[in-house]
């Protein structure tokens, strides 16, 4: 399968109604043999408008994780289960993720084959893992995706947003968020 395919696949995916509300698709990218992974939700405000993942106040936060275990984000692979941006932000029903996630997501999993795969938030966790649960009970653990080590986190979002709302909590998740991608690294160095 030709990796270049299913970006162009992405590009003009217009298969549900997610694609009316902003009209872009936002493709993943990254090193397409990377040893890690990463997989959140769907593109934010500025994801829309730069046309790319993680580049917004998240993937700020995500760089700068990565910076400071040593990682370049160029040496990673980073998407989303959904490629178009929800309608106010609003979570997708779990049915219309997986419906995108199932086109796309998964081919790409396929032809990337990482070691690891870091899921950001509940909704790639619940995808990729099939645990439904709070990620307080479910993140740092390792679960499967076939045969690939999965690990789920925070959302770089959430962090966003307690930083601000409660500095105190935040200084532990994004602890606790550094935890669980040193693991995945190591991991994937292992592997
Ligand atoms: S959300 Fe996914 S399935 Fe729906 S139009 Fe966008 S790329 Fe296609």
């Not at 299913?6 to 997610?18: F, G, L, Q, S």
């Not at 993943?28 to 829309?48: Q, S």
């Not at 997986?98 to 870091?118: G, M, W, Y």
Request: a neutral charge; one cysteine or more; charged letters at 30%.
């Amino acid at each position: 399968m030709l990796l270049e395919e299913i970006i162009k696949e992405i590009a003009i995916c217009r298969a549900c109604d997610i694609w009316e509300h902003y009209k872009i698709n936002v493709p993943p990218e990254g090193n397409w043999t990377a040893r890690l992974m990463f997989v959140g939700r769907d593109p934010g405000r500025e994801e829309i408008e730069q046309g790319r993942p993680f580049v917004g106040q998240a993937g700020r936060k995500l760089d700068a994780l990565l910076k400071s275990l040593g990682i370049d984000r160029k040496a990673v692979f980073i998407s989303n289960l959904v490629k178009c941006r929800p309608l106010n932000n609003i979570a997708p029903p779990f049915a219309r993720a997986k419906f995108c996630a199932d086109r796309f997501l998964k081919r790409e999993i396929e032809v990337v084959s990482p070691k690891v795969i870091v899921c950001l938030g509940a909704e790639a966790a619940r995808y990729l893992t099939g645990q439904v649960g709070v990620m307080s009970r479910i993140r740092g653990s390792v679960y499967k995706y076939g045969e690939i080590p999965v690990i789920p986190t925070w959302h770089p979002s959430y962090l966003v947003r307690l930083e601000k709302m409660d500095p105190e909590a935040y200084a532990d998740r994004a602890w606790e968020m550094y935890y669980d991608v040193e693991k995945a690294l190591n991991m994937a160095d292992e592997e």
